[in-house]
């Protein structure tokens, strides 16, 4: 390996041999996800299974495509998203660096979702989309206007992106800096406006940044609540990043 970009690409290939049986299995049934009669330290299964089918409502109503749309999912991991839109009658062919993360996308045994290893950044793919979708895996790759600039090719004319990530924090989550600790992973986030301004340089246009909320109520939230009050509502507000786009 040349540099550390070079190290940590290895390490985003080799990141699902150094997870346990356990959460490879997770990797290959999430969202609805093998949950383990021995939890995990640090996972909840039930909170991270709701999450994802959150996400992928919001994901579902930003591609906001004609059914039977031929849709690329971009480090598509284990391939929960290629799955659940294939179920919803799209042609779905999904991407990931790693051959060890195909193949555990292929035990899905999903008969219409061709899963194939490619590195997005060399992209080599002789056919057109009429979506592209990266969820959470942008932040992965260091060099995101080649990567940008690969979609813009593959994508049919007036042919749509959305990009879902968790955006310029994440550096700062526990969760991300125990993913650096333990597997040596890319978890670097970039501002909307830093994307926005490399999309617009690769020639997207329509471009808009979805500000969608989540609003989570406290477990310790009884504690806050006085005597005296009857009802207190408090909320929590976590933000990611949403972008669409056309080509």
Known sequence: MKNI???QKRAEIDYPLKLSKQLQKWEWTKPFGYVSRTPLKNINFPSHNAQRLLDFSIILKLLNLPLHSKILDVGCGGGWIS?????MNYKMVGIDIS???????????TKNVRFIVQDVEFLDLRE?????????????MPNKKMVLSNLYKVLK?????VIMEPGKKLEEMEAAKEAVKRYGTREIGESAS????LLKEVGFRNIKCHSIFEFVLPENIFKKISLFVPFILYFEKQHKINITCRK
Not at 157 to 161: E, Q, W, Y
């Open 194 to 197: 830093y994307l926005t301004k």
């Open 157 to 161: 004319k007036n042919g749509k992106l």
């Open 99 to 109: 051959p060890h993360m195909i193949n555990l996308a292929k035990k899905r045994k």
């Open 128 to 140: 057109n989309f009429d979506g592209v979708l990266i969820y959470a895996a942008l932040h992965h």
């Open 83 to 87: 799955d659940l839109l294939e179920k």
């Open 5 to 7: 970009s070079d190290k």
